[in-house]
Structure formats: C-alpha cells, structure tokens
C-alpha cells in the first residue's frame, strides 16, 4: 500500500496532463518557454564534441546547432548529447516544452531537461527558410520605472 492510502487519503490522483498547444516558428518570442512545435530539420552541424572527461561519471558532451523550421519559419535549434542524433537533415521532429534562449543577441530554440525531443512522421510541410528568425538580432533594452 503507499504512504497516503495507508494514511486514509484514499488513492493518490495525479494532476491532468495538459493537452500540448502546438505553435508555428513564427509565433516565437524572446524570453518565452513551454513551446510545443513539430519542425523539419534542414541542417546540422556539430559545433562542439567533447571526449572522456576526467571524472568517470561525467558523460561525453555534444551539441550541434541544427537550422528547423515548418512552412512559417525557421530557427536555430541547440541540440545536447543524445539530441544530436535524431536531428539529421529531412528528418521531422516533435520539440515538446522547449525555450528561447538568446546567444549573441539572437534567438535559440533549447530544450532542457524539463522538455523532450523525439521523431515524427515525416510532415508534408516545406521549411519557410528565407524566414529565419536566428537571423534578426534582438538588443537588451532596460526599461525605466518612474
């Protein structure tokens, strides 16, 4: 029996899973998380593999910056590790709870250890590249209160 039926709570009920709202490359933000999106990639490049490390249980690191979009838009999407593998070119994925980071003074779509990455279905869509939203350089402006 677990800990809160033995306390005479009853069964213990998860909270409802949110059904994912599906966003287009356009709608992308800086500073926004939580984006759910289904992207084709287009390339990959591996911008930094790093081997065996020193201490045993820290795990060799990979990330690569992968160009993905649908037919709205494309962006650079900063994947780690076991992500690399599934981003190859013409492969469609499913970016579930990712984040805009910003680097450089532009946009990054990261997926962190609270979001996931998996392949889909390939899409009938073709990549809007000539949209690319890594492209457009944000600035850092600090808002005064009065």
């Known amino acids: 029996m677990s800990s809160a039926a033995q306390q ?7 909270p409802a899973m949110r059904k994912p709202v599906f966003v287009k490359v356009d709608q992308l933000k800086p500073g926004t998380t939580g984006h759910t999106l289904v992207v084709k990639v287009v390339s990959s490049n591996t911008v930094l593999q790093k081997g065996r490390a020193a201490s045993a249980h820290l795990r060799q690191t990979k ?38 980071d910003m680097f450089k003074g ?35 402006v600090n808002v005064a209160e009065e």
């Open 63 to 100: 990330i690569a910056e992968c160009l993905v979009g649908d037919e709205t838009g494309a962006i650079i999407f900063t994947a780690r590790n076991e992500q690399v593998d599934m981003m190859t070119a013409g492969a469609t994925v499913i970016i579930r709870n990712a984040k805009i």
């Open 106 to 140: 532009s946009m990054r779509l990261v997926v962190d250890k609270w979001g996931r990455v998996e392949v889909a279905e390939p899409a009938a869509f073709a990549v809007k590249e000539d949209n690319n939203l890594s492209l457009v350089e944000y600035e850092l």
């Open 8 to 14: 005479g709570k009853g069964p213990v009920t998860k």
